[in-house]
């Protein structure tokens, strides 16, 4: 026992690689440098190809819906659906709970009418002229699952509340 305690002791020490070299201590040897060359680096350029600029913003993409900032307004979205669309008859009471809101080229908005349920309304297209894509209690349909930007999705399919705990 005491043999195998005098070789585990007589093999402590500096490690091989933290012990000084000869050489160091030799006067020839010359100074370590002061600082160490950094090779230059590119600055970066941007994003590969495919990506969007970094002026992009989420809502470029449609991943967030937020107010329509140009359009169309909840006046244009009530107008389209007592006009072209025959959705809703010229006397009953129409107010605009939420929105629009837009996501790319897609807006959703939310309509009280007076004697009935909450009125969901899928759009698109341009802000002056939108075009129906679906409107009722129900509008996560097929063609909002398969086409519409996340946003717009998630406001109709999901009743946006896509992350929020406890929603």
Known sequence: MAVVAALALAGCGAPPDLRQPAS?????A???PTSVPTPAVPPATGLPSGFPEASATPTDAGLVATPCRSGPTGERIV??????????PDDVRVQVRTGPQCAADWQYTVLQVTGYEELLVVTRGRATAPELVT????VCTAEVRVLAPPGIRTLACDGGTVGVPGA
């Open 79 to 88: 107008r389209l659906l007592r006009g072209p669309a025959g959705v809703l």
């Open 24 to 28: 160091a201590a030799s006067p020839t």
């Open 135 to 138: 409107a009722g209690t129900d």
């Open 30 to 32: 010359p100074p370590p």
